[in-house]
């Protein structure tokens, strides 16, 4: 299996910065690609970012210019670096993977436990 550890998170502020981080770990064959998700309230869960293995990014149109999407292979870590923060982006935000396991080799998704982001005006 595979476990998703988050951290970061928490209160910010309009026009600052905050970091996400979010370590995969378990009897991982392949790791396909890390994503974060987000959820505010009576909103349905939408991609904010994703990076692929071979390291192709996608943004959602809202954060472009603002997030990115470091990652650090060698320790299965995905980070969200949220700059310019908006009221906007208050949510639930989830970490997610495609991976292959050991034990069917099968790729699956996997999410974290979400944390929540909340940004004042």
């Known amino acids: 299996q595979v476990q998703l550890l988050q951290s970061g998170g928490g209160l910010g502020q309009a026009g600052g910065s905050l970091r996400l981080s979010c370590a995969a770990s378990?009897?991982?064959?392949?790791?396909?690609?890390m994503g974060w998700y987000r959820q505010a309230p009576g909103k349905e869960r939408q991609l904010v970012a994703g990076i692929t293995s071979g390291g192709n990014t996608n943004y959602a149109d809202s954060v472009k210019g603002r997030f990115t999407i470091p990652r650090d292979n060698a320790k299965n870590t995905v980070y969200l670096q949220m700059n310019s923060l908006k009221p906007e982006d208050t949510a639930v935000y989830y970490c997610n993977v495609h991976a292959a396991v050991y034990t069917t080799y099968n790729t699956d998704d996997y999410w974290g436990q979400g944390t929540q982001v909340t940004v004042s005006s």
């Open positions: 378990g009897s991982i064959f392949r790791l396909h690609a």
